[in-house]
């Protein structure tokens, strides 16, 4: 097979993936289940049909409503969709066939539901991270960045980030960093290795930096609003695993 077409047939069922992970989103912050019941409107309840389930589709279809009730569907729903086809096409088309796509295309997907969750409640739940810890750990022995640089990255990412936290604590007297987002930095490590984690920790800083200044000079937040961290450690580990080793050597160039 062409990997042209391997890498479209991938991202058809990266959507019907991302169909799922919208489903985490929206049911894992609010303690449902994430197996049952069938998917429904959550402004009026209503089951939906299959034909009201085909991603991106669907919502193009009914005009972002939905049938019955009328209210509007969140345009998160399709973007989460085209991002899970996206990731599964480019991962699939640029690692090729193997252990080392399908690690990435999970890290990738517990990015996009980390992402969402903490945008909107603040929170990033221990059942994506810490399973996250175990599966990019296991993954590290059969390929990249090996067990090693695996092991010393969820001890690096989650360590640095928690000596941060409490050193934040120790200064400020009140939580700048939550143990969510160390436990989603030690996954981030056991999927990169130490190496990318540090950059995935720098970027995120830097990032976070420009929106809060930005927000500064815009007034709409002073010093003490907070910007949910684990969105730009998604963001930041999206860009490492994927520049972040040219920029590494870039980096590394310098001295
Ligand atoms: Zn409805």
Redesign the pocket.
């Known amino acids: 097979m062409s990997p042209i077409l391997a890498a479209i047939i991938a991202a058809a069922f990266g959507a019907l993936i991302g169909s799922f992970l919208n489903v985490c989103i929206y049911r894992l912050p609010i303690g449902k289940s994430i197996v049952w019941p069938a998917s429904a ?1 959550p ?2 309840g ?1 089951s939906l049909s299959w034909f009201e389930n085909i991603p991106v589709l669907s919502y193009l279809a009914l005009g972002g409503r ?1 049938r ?2 009328k ?1 509007g569907i969140s345009i998160r729903y399709p973007i989460v969709e085209l991002l899970t086809a996206l990731l599964f096409g480019a991962a699939w088309w640029y690692y090729g066939p193997g252990a080392l796509a399908v690690s990435r295309i999970i890290f990738g997907s517990a990015l996009i539901v980390l992402f969402a969750i903490d945008l909107e409640h603040q929170i990033l739940p221990n059942v994506i991270t810490l399973p996250g810890v175990m599966v990019g750990f296991a993954f590290s022995f059969f390929t990249e960045p090996g067990w090693q640089s695996s092991l010393i990255g969820i001890v690096v990412g989650g360590g640095s980030l928690y000596a941060i936290a409490e050193g934040y604590y120790f200064v400020r007297r009140e939580e700048g960093l939550g143990m969510g987002d160390v436990k989603m930095l030690a996954m981030i490590g056991a999927f990169l290795g130490w190496q990318l984690t540090l950059v995935t920790l720098m970027m995120a800083s830097f990032a976070g930096s420009i929106i809060g200044v930005a927000l500064i000079a815009l007034r709409r937040g002073d010093m003490k609003y907070a910007l949910p961290f684990g969105t730009f450690l998604s963001l930041g580990a999206a860009l490492a695993a994927t520049v972040g080793g040219p920029i590494l050597d870039w980096y590394i160039g310098l001295w």
């Open positions: 409107c402004s009026c209503r939905c019955s009730c209210n």
